[in-house]
C-alpha cells in the first residue's frame, strides 16, 4: 500500500490553482482514477506505507 501523493488542477477552475491531492491506494492507476475525471495530475511523490515502521529515523528508541 502506497501514498500517492500529487499536484492537481481542476479542470473546471479557470484561475489554474494547484491543489495537493493525497491518497492511499495499491498502485498509482488506482490512485489517478479517483481524481482524473476532476482534476489534470502531476505525480509529485509516493511513499510506501509498508515500510514506514522499519525506516523509521527518530531518536524515540534512543532516549525511551
Do not use: H
Not at 495530475?41 to 514506514?52: H, Y
Request: aromatic residues 10%; glycine residues 4%; charged residues 30%.
Amino acid at each position: 500500500m502506497y501514498q500517492f501523493i500529487f499536484a492537481g488542477i481542476r479542470r473546471t477552475d479557470l484561475t489554474n490553482r494547484i491543489q495537493k491531492i493525497r491518497i492511499t491506494a495499491d498502485n498509482e492507476l488506482i490512485a489517478r482514477k479517483a481524481f482524473a475525471k476532476e482534476f489534470i495530475l502531476i505525480l509529485a511523490g509516493k511513499i510506501n506505507l509498508k515500510n514506514t515502521e522499519k525506516s523509521n529515523r527518530t531518536l524515540r528508541g534512543i532516549y525511551a
